[in-house]
């Protein structure tokens, strides 16, 4: 009986620290989205990341679309991009954001 009790929180305690293992390994993900900069194509967007890292682009982003949209413009975030996690694009956003953006981004 004792042998058996032992094993299970040997177990136990040797799960615990699989997991632990894992949540140090995973939390450089957490800091994806602005480590991402580097990725990025566009000049005007990647130098607005550089500085202020993916929650400047945002920003950015909104303004320049509002401005856009007031001069006749139908943009939402999802016009150009595929989530809102990650801020994927598809393939029309680089072409509608030199057009329709990039005269307002900054
Ligand atoms: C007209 C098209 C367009 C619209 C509308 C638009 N974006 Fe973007 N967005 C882009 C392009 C193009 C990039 C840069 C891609 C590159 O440089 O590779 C980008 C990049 C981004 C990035 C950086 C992604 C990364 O990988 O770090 C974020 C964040 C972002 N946009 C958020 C938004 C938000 C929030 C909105 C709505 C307020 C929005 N965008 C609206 C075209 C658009």
Do not use: W
């Amino acid at each position: 009986m004792f042998q058996t009790r032992s094993l299970t929180t040997g177990f136990l305690v040797a799960s615990l620290g699989i997991a632990a293992g894992f949540a140090v390994i995973g939390s450089p993900n957490l800091a994806a989205a602005d480590a991402g900069c580097d990725k990025l194509k566009i000049a005007e967007v990647k130098a607005v990341c550089a500085k202020g890292g993916a929650a400047a682009v945002k920003k950015s982003m909104k303004a320049a679309m509002d401005e856009a949209n007031k001069g006749g413009a139908k943009l939402e975030c999802k016009s150009c991009h595929t989530d809102q996690k990650e801020y994927a694009t598809n393939d029309k956003a680089e072409g509608e954001f030199k057009s329709k953006l990039a005269a307002h981004f900054k």
